[in-house]
């Protein structure tokens, strides 16, 4: 694909999202920006429009409907001539496990994550089984392949939406110039933790080795040039996931423990709260996240649990 390219970005108002659109924007193409908050997304827009972006437009939409998501790609076509690329990146989490994570925060989880990916896929394919070409990068995670404590919801979702990439690369192999990519990073420093709803007492944090939306959005954008059908971003990602498929009794034994160290924030109780599952808490999207040096963390949590003792 040679530039300007039309980009639409979902979840462009904070980390991942907001690093592609930063990424594509710094490539020169179009980029067109979605999330359900319209303050932060237009800062984000501004920042495309600094860093080089042929146009930088914004659709507040939310991707759980999907008549918001069908007027998003109208709108775009009323504005461009076609869509390029996708990528899809709107996502949340609720900590907390399956029967403590209220109904309506668990089916805002899934709507999200699960529901918007099929809603944003359904009008991207549409268009690009039209055009015959077009690129879809999906976010998944290595939460996608696993299973893990106090993230019922989650992990559901993830798992949904890495069968919902197979599907529709199975679906759309007619068609040589219309690409499907699955992109699953593990820990990625963005504010996606602090965001999250959480029914566990704890905050969660991203577990190391963590990488930066940066780093995670440029491979997002990469995708559009050289297209894979499958992404995992740190080498973890593949021991975590050998674990779980060769060694399922000592994975189920030790993830435990693991988990609450690595990947949680001990050291101060939380919640119950909702956090921006059912509605957008914008003053929260930033690309990165505040939870600093994630080995700190673990030392933290270390001090934390002697003491609790
Ligand atoms: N951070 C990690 O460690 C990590 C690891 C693996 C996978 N991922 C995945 O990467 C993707 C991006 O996560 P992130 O860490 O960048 O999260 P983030 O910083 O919290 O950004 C999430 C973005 O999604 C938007 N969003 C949330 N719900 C939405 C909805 N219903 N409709 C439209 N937009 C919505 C948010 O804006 P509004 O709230 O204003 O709508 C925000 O722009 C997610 O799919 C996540 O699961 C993240």
Known sequence: ??????????????????????????????????????????????????????????????VGDDAAVEELFARVRRTHPGVDAVVHAAGVVAYGRTEDVPAEVFEGVLRTNLVGSINVSRHAIRIFRAQESGTLVLTGSVIGHIAVPSMSPYVLSKWGVRALARQLQVENRDLKDVHISY?????????IYEQAATYDGFLGRPPPPVASPEKVGRIAVRQLDH??????????????????????????LLVGPLFRFVAMDGTKRVGPTEGNVLASVEEGNHVRGTQGNPFAGIVRNGIAAVRRR
Do not use: W
């Not at 530039?3 to 924007?25: D, E, K, M, Y």
């Not at 980029?31 to 659709?59: F, I, M, N, T, Y």
């Not at 059908?229 to 189920?252: C, E, K, M, W």
């Open 1 to 62: 694909m040679s530039g300007p390219r039309v980009v639409v970005v979902t979840g462009a108002s904070s980390g991942i999202g907001r690093a592609a659109a930063l990424r594509a924007s710094e490539k020169g193409d179009h980029v067109v920006l979605a999330a359900r908050g319209a303050g932060s997304l237009k800062e984000a827009a501004d920042e495309c429009r600094d860093a080089g972006a042929a146009s930088a437009l914004v659709v507040p939409a939310d």
């Open 183 to 191: 992109v699953a990073p593990g820990g990625v420093d963005t504010p």
């Open 227 to 252: 297209p894979r059908a499958r992404t995992q971003v740190n080498l973890s990602n593949h021991v975590i996931r050998a674990g779980f498929t060769v060694v399922p009794h000592v994975y189920d």
